[in-house]
């Protein structure tokens, strides 16, 4: 809790139950059918199968034992992916109840709290996609969202008279959720402003970054905002030109991280290689960069392959709970090596505390 940020009223799930490491360990599972265009959304639901405490949350069945949702639920149908995907005998399965439920929902309507966020800085990268349909092409990030927002919700079923920051303690939120510190500084009278903001992943610019940590201190670096003079300083009590500093202020047990491969002018993929750890220190771009380190470890990628960003095919490798890394192709899963893993052109990134 920061200068300026409300405590919770309410705990919504005890941060005690939430399991970093895997309860059981077993063989990696299933691949998926790819049911049209939807490799996208393959890589997304295979990422979140193998996100530990998503996945020993899910499998322990508390949500639907006491889930009161009528209609359409995301943690339930999530819930039931991952259990047919772990404990499936056969070497692919079809993931058509997620495909028939969201048919249904259609993903413009999960998308309700999506689009504003994503507006200016935060444009998506790649496709927005309108509704889902199986035989269009999407974005795996897209789907990403869409698919955490839609389970935060139904985590928040019931709770309507949540405050805001009771509902920012769902397990998915404490998880997959942050807050980042916008620190403001006037130019004009160097008085200091500090906003905070919750955050479930960060998107990145790569253009000219050669590797995540050039991109994440180019995240943090300062930005002057003379320009327009947006921003109406308290003191001077006009709009003034400013500094601002956005720093990590809560970190995430989850981080997701996404590497834009748009270029913001062109639109074109931005297809170099940006380097990225197997381990990563968030502590230099968090707002105390001189504490202890906070160390990550990396147990997936997706990789988007194609010229452009309109065309091509989504794959994933992730790490199972076995402690070996799969190269997960729709309904290939094959045993790989870490070297293989950190050599991809990477689109997005999960990291685990």
Not at 326 to 353: P, W
Request: glycine share 6%.
């Amino acid at each position: 809790i920061g200068k300026g940020m409300t405590p919770p009223q309410k705990i919504l799930f005890p941060p005690e139950k939430i399991y970093m490491d895997w309860r059981q360990k077993r063989r990696p599972g299933a691949g998926l059918y790819n049911l049209g265009s939807t490799c996208y959304l393959n890589v997304i639901l295979q990422c979140l199968t193998y996100t530990a405490p998503l996945a020993n949350y899910l499998l322990s069945r508390q949500h639907s034992r006491f889930c009161h949702q009528q209609g359409f639920c995301m943690m339930c149908i999530m819930e039931a992916h991952v259990r047919k995907v772990l404990y499936s005998s056969a070497s692919a399965i079809r993931p058509r109840a997620v495909i028939r439920d969201l048919k249904c929902k259609q993903l413009h309507v999960l998308q309700q709290d999506l689009f504003p966020s994503l507006r200016g800085e935060h444009l998506t990268p790649f496709l927005v996609i309108g509704e889902f349909k199986p035989d269009i092409p999407g974005d795996a990030y897209e789907f990403l969202r869409c698919t955490i927002n839609a389970m935060q919700r139904a985590c928040l079923s019931g709770t309507s008279d949540s405050d805001v920051s009771s509902r920012e303690t769902t397990i998915i939120h404490q998880i997959f959720g942050g807050f980042l510190r916008s620190r403001v500084t006037c130019l004009s009278c160097k008085t200091v402003s500090d906003f905070f903001r919750t955050f479930r992943d960060v998107l990145l610019k790569i253009k000219g970054a050669s590797s995540l940590i050039t991109a994440l201190e180019d995240f943090v670096a300062p930005k002057q905002m003379d320009g327009r003079k947006c921003f109406k300083c308290r003191k001077c009590k006009k709009k003034v030109a400013v500094s601002k500093v956005v720093t990590v202020h809560h970190v995430p047990r989850i981080l997701t991280v996404c590497l834009g491969r748009a270029d913001d002018q062109t639109s074109r993929k931005l297809s170099q290689v940006v380097e990225y750890p197997e381990c990563l220190d968030l502590r230099p771009y968090t707002s105390d960069p001189d504490g202890e380190p906070l160390l990550y470890s990396l147990y997936a990628v997706v990789v988007h392959t194609g010229h452009t960003c309109l065309e091509g095919h989504f794959l994933c490798y992730t790490k199972a709970s076995d402690g070996q890394w799969y190269k997960m192709n729709d309904v290939s899963v094959e045993s790989c090596g870490i070297h293989t893993v950190l050599g991809q052109q990477a689109y997005l990134l999960f990291y685990a505390r």
